[in-house]
């Protein structure tokens, strides 16, 4: 129940859906989808399964109704704010009030998870542990392999190919800035792994202390809340000060990149941000 999304990151992976429908199309999966994802992860017994959809069902359900007319708010105001020029204290302004919502929801999903994290057992642990072993050798041939110049191109490939399906077609100069965003940035592919593989060891230790200590519900609460708030402020100053970095450049390289945007980019910004309002207010209709 516990997913790793940053605001920039939420709001990134908004701009990169393709196709007017897809929030909505998406959206409307959401509770088929989780389930797939989470018994991929843990592996439910038949007896387990029950509990985790219910518990799923009810997180959207609250969700399409409590909180989802709040992101068409954002979407309103990253509308009138992608028209013109940005600075980087709007962009980080928009990412703090996705990254509250994005909070309420973890709020939420602790409430509903903690039941069935408090029915999990040792093979299910096991099996996470697993899971976790292999995505992160996958992890590591993607972003790990070969020299720096390599890595950078293929994050760049990643980069321009993401923002190709919210502003249409990067000419030659704004692929240039990208790459030097890139070359510049404090993120490498040996701190991604530390960072990743940070975030895996808290969320299966607690895992496995909730699960073996007969804890009450709101004890589970806790501790669930607990490894959500250390993911995006690590108790390590270190780490806790290169995710600050990043939170901060990406809205500096942001507001740099819209700001060499055409007229003609703007307008194709501006009409799919208007399509996804459209899905959004569908989707809250009764």
Wanted: aromatic fraction near 8%.
């Amino acid at each position: 129940m516990i997913v790793a999304f940053r605001g920039l990151l939420a709001l990134l992976i908004l701009i990169a859906l393709q196709g007017c429908s897809a929030i909505k199309l998406g959206y409307q999966q959401l509770p088929t989808l989780s389930y797939w994802w989470l018994d991929s992860t843990v592996s439910f017994s038949s007896a387990q399964t029950p509990a985790a959809k219910e518990a799923i069902d009810k997180l959207y359900q609250w969700h399409r109704r409590e909180e989802l007319a709040g992101y068409g708010e954002v979407l309103q105001r990253i509308g009138q704010l992608s028209t013109g020029p940005l600075q980087a204290d709007q962009v980080c302004s928009v990412a703090t009030d996705v990254q509250a919502r994005l909070d309420v929801l973890m709020r939420q999903a602790v409430v509903q998870a903690a039941p069935v994290v408090l029915a999990l057992g040792p093979r299910q642990l096991s099996h996470i542990a697993r899971q976790w072993e292999s995505k992160n050798e996958d992890w590591e041939k993607e972003w790990l392999q070969g020299d720096a110049q390599a890595r950078l191109e293929r994050r760049l490939d990643k980069a321009v190919n993401r923002f190709n399906s919210f502003y249409g077609e990067l000419n030659p100069a704004q692929i240039g800035l990208l790459k030097a965003q890139l070359a510049q940035s404090p993120w490498t592919a040996e701190w991604g792994r530390r960072d990743r593989q940070r975030r895996q060891q808290d969320l299966l230790s607690t895992l496995q202390r909730v699960a073996q200590s007969g804890m009450t519900p709101a004890q589970a609460e806790a501790q669930l809340w607990g490894v959500w708030q250390r993911w995006l402020a690590p108790t390590d100053a270190a780490q806790r000060n290169v995710l600050q970095s990043l939170s901060q450049r990406a809205c500096e390289n942001l507001a740099q990149l819209h700001n060499t945007t055409t007229p003609e980019q703007r307008v194709r910004v501006a009409r799919r941000l208007r399509a996804y309002e459209r899905d959004i207010q569908d989707l809250t209709r009764p």
